[in-house]
């Protein structure tokens, strides 16, 4: 079964962004991908976070979410949708969740995960500073979906600096986690891949891994090197940069397989 990470630049221009989703999206499906996942902010990299608040749509309502559903369908395929900005408790104050949705191949939606772990950072050595907390709103609820490849579990790029929510995704049962992201080029050289091969080889699980890549409005450059993980922590795809699917073929039985021969999971004494 083959599924694929799709890597963009995206910027402010919502409607040229979800043209290139689109065409990126058409690709993967031409080559045979049941799934597909998009990166985080696929549909927006705004110029200010909270320029994010005047596109926030409602559930189930509005062009982003309609242009997944309607592409999902139209392709006959599951698509994770990275992020988007969801109205949100806090949308007065102009902060939006950054919500994955998740649409099956007749386009009904099967799930929404809103990211919990925000970004408040700052990279001293490299003057760069980041406040997601300014314009987003966490979520609270770790989310799986059950797709054709399997249960997925749904996190977004800074969740994956935080080994309990895989690991709570894994006992829930997932063998798939998506890992929608944005990553700065600064770390993402640092600690992308490392990251990414950990959370698949701790909890033997595929990990789909689709990334923002370049410059951006806001003077963010973001990593790219998007790819695809097997549980045993062999990349199976990357591509570094360009508007690009990166796709590769999985085996959806591999997981319990390996846990079975590889029990670390079942070994457990601390939980």
């Known amino acids: 079964m083959r599924v694929a990470a799709i890597q963009m630049n995206s910027g402010p221009d919502v409607s040229a962004n979800l043209q290139l989703a689109g065409q990126l999206l058409d690709e993967a499906a031409a080559a045979g991908c049941a799934l597909a996942v998009l990166p985080e902010n696929f549909a927006l990299m705004p110029e200010r976070g909270k320029d994010k608040a005047r596109y926030a749509e409602k559930p189930g309502d509005g062009p982003i979410q309609t242009f997944l559903s309607e592409t999902a369908a139209r392709n ?12 949100s408790p ?3 104050e102009e902060r939006v969740y950054g919500a994955c949705p998740a649409y099956d191949a007749e386009g009904k939606a099967r799930g ?17 500073s980041y406040r997601e907390s300014n314009s987003m709103f966490p979520g609270d609820e770790a989310v799986t979906v059950d797709t054709p490849v399997g249960r997925v579990g749904l996190t977004i790029c800074y969740d994956l600096r935080f080994p309990e929510m895989f690991r709570q995704l894994v006992d829930a049962g997932s063998v798939m986690f998506t890992v929608p992201a944005a990553f700065t080029a600064t770390t993402g050289e640092a600690h992308w891949h490392t990251l990414l091969r950990a959370r698949a080889i701790e909890n033997l ?5 689709p990334g923002q890549y370049g410059h ?8 790219g090197h998007s790819l695809i993980c097997d549980p045993w922590g062999r990349i199976q795809a990357e591509q570094a940069s360009g508007n690009c699917v990166v ?12 846990r079975s021969e590889f029990p670390a999971l079942s070994n457990r004494r601390l939980t």
């Open 76 to 87: 006959g395929m599951w698509i994770i949708g990275g992020s988007m900005p969801l109205v």
């Open 90 to 92: 806090a949308i007065a």
């Open 112 to 128: 929404v995960y809103r990211k919990i772990h925000l970004f408040d950072v700052d990279l001293v050595d490299k003057q760069e």
């Open 205 to 209: 699980a595929y990990v789909v891994a």
């Open 216 to 223: 951006h409005p806001d003077a963010r450059s973001t990593y």
């Open 247 to 258: 796709a590769a073929d999985i085996d959806p039985e591999l997981p319990a397989r390996l």
